[in-house]
């Protein structure tokens, strides 16, 4: 699969159909990661949304994406890691268990980080609104 066929799945499959795939596959995966750096806000908002579908779905998968997800935030990754943090919600929505732990990092990384803070706060609320932390809590 292409870059360019997982742009078309996000933009016309829901986040179960991309899910699946992405289960299915590592390479449609990564490319579903990718697309969080998509220009496009609604390919942006598949991915998130797809990606918190894979943690609800796969758990471990879930935890090594929120690893690589925090990661992308640290200054020491040399990655713009603000597109993680939208997926990093879905994350949370879908199985706060995974994401609730590293809260208090992304709390730290707000208070030092003027620009990711609107969008982490944003995450933060999720996670208290996420449910009890059993997966599919949303």
Do not use: Q
């Amino acid at each position: 699969m292409r870059r360019e066929d997982v742009v078309k799945l996000l933009v016309e499959e829901g986040p179960g159909a991309v899910a699946e795939r992405a289960l299915a596959s590592p390479r449609v995966l990564r490319l579903v990661v990718g697309r969080l750096w998509e220009a496009d806000p609604r390919v942006r908002a598949a991915a998130a949304a797809s990606l918190g579908e894979v943690a609800a779905r796969a758990p471990e998968r879930g935890r090594e994406l929120v690893r690589r997800f925090l990661w992308a935030l640290n200054d020491e990754s040399a990655t713009s890691g603000g597109p993680v943090l939208p997926a990093l919600r879905e994350i949370g929505l879908r199985n706060p268990g995974l994401v609730t732990p590293h809260a208090g990092a992304l709390a730290r990384l707000a208070r030092i980080d003027e620009a990711l803070r609107p969008e982490i706060e944003r995450t933060l609320s999720a996670l208290r609104e996420g449910g009890d932390g059993a997966p599919g809590a949303r």
